[in-house]
């Protein structure tokens, strides 16, 4: 049954078509180039080409078709409306169908919302919460349904759960993300964290709980450490036996940041050259079990992966193996900086 819309609904989507029809206006005016994508004037926020469509793999018991390439919302923490727009643009038009964002990610929900609905047919939208307990995160939802233009999300997950001490702080939360997936306010529901000990507690919170997905992080240099690799791979295991869905993160990490000048706006060092992108981002999409992954936190890297990932080709068991131990020597990225 429809929920009743208030006034102030009314009066919100109203400044929302203004604000789009703004920014639509602002880019309208810009040169553009033969490429639908972007445009190739040197004052364009992001320079895209344009690149072959994006494979999509099936998200488990979800049955939805997501583009390898999930649309990381962290890389809009403090992004431009101008510089959303042709971001979100180019992703969608390279095949992107799948959007990861948070109320954690700085301004991403206000700068991105504009630009979900007119796509919302054929966008699938995970949302995320930090909130414990069961009435703060409604509230939270209720926010985010909002900014973001929707009436429901596809995908709905507690956010950075990385621990066994965490999710049983979590309990609340949980038992109400099963009751808003069967209100229908989230389709489906899941769980998120970046850290060595996240697999665990994903697992963990799998037997406990009757979620759909799972967002954990996967790379060379994690699948050096038998003891991250092994939490990792039974937790794929499990995955795979119960047709839950699998999206992998920080894919193009590559160490801590050091004390030199710092050239990205992830909180760990990224590798941006587009050799070590693709075997880094190569070697996530071969992991047996994942089924994408979510583009890093930087929208500077954002054309160069969206391009890796659509010319993406599995690697072979030797050639992971091999890039694994060469990443060895590396420093973990976690624990995740604070402050």
Known sequence: MPRPVC????????????????????????????????CADAGCPLAFARVPAIQTRRLG????????????????????????????????????????????????QQVVGPFVPPVRDRLFVGCKTLRRDGAGMRQELEESLRLLGCDSFDLYQLHAVTSLEELDRSASAAQELVKIREEGVATYVGITGHDLTAPAAHLEALRRYDLDTVMFPVNPRL???????????????????????????????????????????????????????????????????????????????????????????????????ELAGSRAHEDHIFPMPRG
């Open 7 to 38: 006034l102030s609904q009314l009066l919100f989507c109203l400044s929302q078509l203004l604000f789009l029809s703004q920014a639509l206006l602002r880019l309208s005016l810009q040169p553009f180039d033969a490429n639908p994508l972007r």
């Open 61 to 108: 018991r979800a049955g939805h078709r997501s583009s390898l390439a999930i649309l990381g919302g962290a890389a809009f923490w403090g992004s431009d409306l101008e510089t959303a727009g042709a971001a979100f643009d180019a992703a969608i038009s390279s095949g992107v169908n799948h959007l990861d964002i948070a109320p954690r990610y700085g301004h991403a």
């Open 223 to 321: 699948w050096a450490d038998p003891d991250y690799r092994r939490a990792a791979e039974l937790l794929l295991s499990y995955t795979k036996e119960n047709d839950i869905g699998v999206m992998a993160i920080k894919s193009a990490a590559a160490r801590p940041w050091g004390k030199g000048p710092r050239d990205s706006s992830t909180w760990y060092e990224p590798y941006t050259a587009r050799t070590d992108l693709e075997r880094n981002v190569g070697f996530t999409l071969s992991v047996p079990g994942v089924d994408a992954i979510c583009t890093p936190g930087d929208l500077g890297l954002l054309p160069t992966v969206l391009d890796v990932v659509s010319r993406f080709e599995p690697m072979s068991a030797r050639e992971m193996e």
